[in-house]
């Protein structure tokens, strides 16, 4: 199993990369949405940890360019946030997320146990 985490924060990256590792999951890792979408079509990955709010391509735009490609449409994507507008998640799942977990609400902990439970569903 393969999670590719698009956020720019390096300690968050951190952190959810540890996490999963713990858990005897490949991780991969990308700065901006750019370089998550470079990343996804060279290595589909299981599942996709997008982060909003970034440089270069934001993960709005990233879930509408991973959504026209019929490589990466079907990759499950959690997004996780410190946007928790309501608007914002709405916006979010209708441009393809499976999941929106706010991260002032959700501890990593909780959010890498969904990612599992996504991941070995079946």
Known sequence: MKVLIVDDDKFVQAVYKS?????????????????GLEKARKAI????????????????DFLEEAKKDPALKKIPVIVFS??????????????GAFKYMAK????????????KKMLFKG
Not at 45 to 60: A, S, V, Y
Not at 82 to 95: F, G, T
Not at 104 to 115: G, L, S, V
């Open 19 to 35: 996490g999963f590792i713990k858990e005897r999951i490949e991780v991969d890792l990308a700065q901006d949405g750019e370089e």
């Open 82 to 95: 410190v946007l928790s507008q309501q608007s914002d998640i709405d916006k979010a799942l209708e441009l």
């Open 104 to 115: 002032d609400i959700y501890m990593p902990n909780q959010i890498i146990e969904e990612a």
């Open 45 to 60: 990955p299981d599942l996709i940890l997008l982060d909003l709010i970034m440089p270069r391509l934001d993960g709005f």
